[in-house]
């Protein structure tokens, strides 16, 4: 098993561009969410999701946004990039019905000039 | 609002030295987890604690959910180079027992000298 997978690894964007960070995880996990970490904050909840073709908002989502459309996958979407976006983007997944533990992917390093 | 701190916020100690870090909630939490992230990688869950008072341990790595469920503390005997890292507490958000969500404190950077 992969576990999470995430796609890129690293990127730059320039201000107003787009760009789609790729979530995988092939434990069939219910429950997927992105978090961005920034030096100092720890991990914000941008977005979750508790199962395939819902989605809902965390405590920073503005700026992004998501869809799962596949159990297996969680996308996050950057419209028009802002250098207030530069950070450590994290997918996690965990298997629902209560339990808490979660599992993260590798990240992506975004910056945003 | 529901809030998870954590204290301190960076710790240097000289390879085999003890090492704590401890973790406070303003609400009392049905679980409380702790992850570590190595330098350039990921959060790794470690461990949960579910139960008033629990001590758990892993090798050299001691794990306490206080009594009144709003702390929790992460001991490390004899610290050793493999250590350092950032260790992250986190705990269930009020009303997320149908989503799985996590309130994650700031962590604890340490760095271990050899």
């Known amino acids: 098993n992969a576990g999470v997978t995430q796609t890129p690894k690293f990127r730059v964007l320039k201000t107003g561009q787009s760009m789609t960070l790729l979530c995988a995880q092939d434990?069939?996990?219910?429950?997927m969410y992105w978090y961005r970490q920034d030096p100092g904050m720890g991990l914000r909840l941008i977005h979750y999701?508790?199962?395939?073709?819902?989605?809902a908002k965390g405590e920073v989502p503005d700026g992004y946004n998501v869809s799962r459309l596949k159990k297996q996958n969680f996308l996050l979407g950057l419209e028009s990039a802002a250098p207030s976006q530069t950070s450590v983007y994290f997918c996690a997944s965990s298997r629902g019905q209560g339990a808490y533990e979660q599992y993260f992917g590798p990240g992506t390093r975004l910056t945003v000039t | 609002g529901q809030q998870v701190m954590q204290i301190p916020q960076y710790q240097h100690v000289q390879e085999g030295e003890d090492f704590t870090t401890y973790c406070n909630s303003s609400?009392?939490?049905?679980?409380i987890q702790w992850y570590k992230q190595r330098p350039g990688g990921h959060p790794v869950f470690l461990i949960q604690?579910?139960?008033?008072?629990e001590v758990k341990k892993q090798k050299r790595l001691t794990f306490q959910f206080g009594e009144a469920k709003k702390n929790s503390s992460l001991h490390i005997t004899a610290t050793q180079t493999t250590d350092v890292g950032t260790y992250f507490c986190?705990?269930?958000?009020?009303?997320?027992?149908?989503?799985?969500?996590?309130?994650f404190g700031q962590g604890t950077t340490l760095q271990v000298k050899p």
């Open positions: 604690l579910v139960k008033s008072g």
């Open positions: 609400t009392t939490l049905s679980n």
């Open positions: 986190a705990g269930p958000r009020k009303g997320s027992s149908n989503t799985g969500k996590l309130i």
């Open positions: 999701s508790v199962g395939e073709g819902t989605t």
């Open positions: 434990m069939n996990h219910e429950y």
